[in-house]
């Protein structure tokens, strides 16, 4: 069975700092696709990245970057010179091809909050 | 494009009234889902549907239903509501997954319903 841990359950960091959201999964299948939401304190949950299991490139995106590695079976997250619009509540989750209708598996979420 | 939807925003209910909370989607995407968001538990999902007329159950599917008729729609029933089914229920749609790491299957949410149960 598939499982997401986020380890973190809150984080808090002073503006400008960078932080590393941590995420570790489970998974038997080689195929599979992890993911990375947002909600901010609005409420909606906002998608950040998709990553499939056979590209294992780090990816950066502005102040966001994320590193996946397979053998330590680790996706985790970091912000760069973090903003206060940057608190919220992040979850990683999980979908692999044993798991029918594409569902997702989703870790217990990390709370950041950033202050001035 | 108005992506996901949920009807209604809030609720309050009392124990033992029903209630459907609807779903739409204009994205023409074969996937919905349901979940549900407890303090703490991040999201769990109660049922998902991979096509028009299919519906199957997730993680916690106990005291819900649900209703796929329309390709756009899913519709989540509460027959008798209970305290325990107090959380924020959020809908989700995506594509259909071919396993081809080039695919979309990016699943998007709706804004959630905030529900009170008494």
């Known amino acids: 069975a598939q499982k997401v841990t986020q380890a973190q359950t809150e984080i808090s960091v002073v503006e400008k700092e960078d932080v590393t959201l941590d995420c570790v999964y489970e998974?038997?299948?080689?195929?599979?696709?992890l993911f990375w939401y947002k909600q901010p304190p609005s409420g909606e949950l906002v998608f950040l990245i998709r990553?499939?299991?056979?590209?294992?490139q780090n990816e950066i995106s502005g102040r966001y970057s994320w590193n996946f590695q397979k053998s330590t079976s680790s996706f985790n997250f970091t912000i760069t010179a973090s903003q206060v619009v940057d608190s919220a509540v992040y979850f990683c989750a999980l979908s692999d091809s044993e798991t029918s209708g594409s569902r997702l598996t989703f870790g217990e979420g990390t709370q950041l909050t950033v202050n001035p | 494009n108005a992506g996901v939807t949920q009807t209604p925003k809030f609720r309050v209910l009392k124990t033992g009234q029903s209630m459907t909370l609807l779903c739409a989607q204009d994205?023409?995407?074969?996937?919905m889902y349901w979940y549900r968001q407890d303090p703490g538990m991040g999201l769990r999902l109660i049922h998902y549907s991979v096509g028009e007329g299919t519906t199957a159950k997730g993680e916690v599917p106990d005291g819900y239903n649900v209703s796929r008729l329309k390709k756009q729609n899913f519709l989540l029933g509460l027959e008798s509501a209970a305290p325990s089914q107090t959380s924020v229920y959020f809908c989700?749609?995506?594509?259909?997954?071919?396993?081809?790491?080039?695919?979309?299957?990016?699943?998007?949410f709706g804004p959630g319903t905030r529900l009170t149960v008494l």
């Open positions: 994205m023409n995407h074969e996937y």
């Open positions: 998974t038997r299948d080689t195929t599979y696709y």
């Open positions: 990553r499939n299991s056979f590209d294992e």
């Open positions: 989700a749609s995506s594509q259909r997954l071919d396993w081809d790491p080039r695919s979309t299957d990016t699943q998007y």
